[in-house]
């Protein structure tokens, strides 16, 4: 099938490329054409026409870190410290998480994810083939990791981790990836942290952790090992592998080096950070180092919302702050950095993040005719500072139209949103 998406103001996010009055040619799930209308080639009347109205287009965008089925727990346990909220809220729910509860929230998030404009989240959990199973109902793209701790039934758990990796690893036209997970250098071992890395490299996998999120953390591997979180990571083969590393807040110069040597790529997730206290990540030192970062929203729990829109803001806004310098974590590479950056730290820069010729159509279209948006300016600017989630109407995976008017196509979300009312009546 072939759609033409017309009359838009297109931004690739590939080279801080704009082309105003763009069209995008879409062929069997590609992007065919990317320019200007009076330039496409000519060829057969496409199967479908999408008028953007004078809109914007750009790529859909990568929440690269969150905990999906974490929506069953949206708005529990707030404004705690992250060992208390962790220890005296969220464990024990989890704990009595049973099976279709992970199925049922990753519904209503995926739901959240695509009115938002999310066309690619990385998750993090457990039950994780409820979530994949829901992944590829919903059309959505999406990568998948069971978190890995130590203790009683660690054998289970990584044995787990690899038949998600073998059952849906490239399944769903190519939609579902699967990595592998350190939950963190404070819920591990020296043995576990070996397993994984050997049984990731046994799968050709990548690997998600949480790295240096909280002073307490980089301050208690000191105590136990007399390094930092990264630097122990490091010495245990991890960076040895392609590597998702999330929050990255307390991390010293030295880390940041390590980071940008072995290629790690950080996720910046600013509003959880802000709620629980936990710091702000050097965001503009790592880029100047030359790491990757890309944005998350982490978990509906810490955060509470999947708007990555809302990310894209923070993320400029204390960027700007925390280094003192308004030319710091400038709109533009804020919005690259929950794009591109977000599809990168991923493995999948070659397959979307940008708007270019060969890459899956995975796009969104936002609405430029409320108040906010007048006078136009700079585009990217006035996407990161004044857009709302109200203005994205439509999201695309894959060609695939899954969100439109907004109106979420490919799930029920008011049947979805009853069902989670009773799931969590024996969560807490």
Known sequence: MTTLIENAHILTMDNRREIPNGCVLVDDGKIAYVGRRTELPQRAAPDAVLDGKGGILLPGFVNAHTHLAMTLLRGYGSDLNLQDWLTKKIFPAEDRLQTGDCATAARVGIAECLLGGTTTFSDMYMFMDETARVVRESGIRAVLCRGMTAGDGFEERLADATRLYRDYHGHADGRISVMLCIHAEYTNTEHTVRRIVDEAGRLSAGIHVHLAETRAEVDGCRQRYGVTPAQWMDNLGVFARPVTAAHTVWLSDGDIQILAEKGVHAVHNPASNMKLASGV?????????????????????????????????????????????????????????????GARALGLGDVCGSIEVGKDADLILLDTSKPWWAPRHEAAAQIVYAASTEDITMTMVRGRILMQNRQVKTIDVPAAMEQMQTVTQHLY
Not at 287 to 303: C, F, K, M, R
């Open 281 to 341: 990540a050097p965001v503009q030192r790592m880029l100047d180092a030359g790491v990757n970062v890309a944005l998350g929203t982490d978990g509906a729990s810490s955060n509470n919302t999947l708007n990555m829109l809302r990310e894209t803001q923070l993320a400029a806004l204390l960027g700007k702050l925390s280094a003192m310098d308004p030319t710091a974590v400038d709109a533009y590479t804020a919005l690259q950095m929950a794009t591109l950056g």
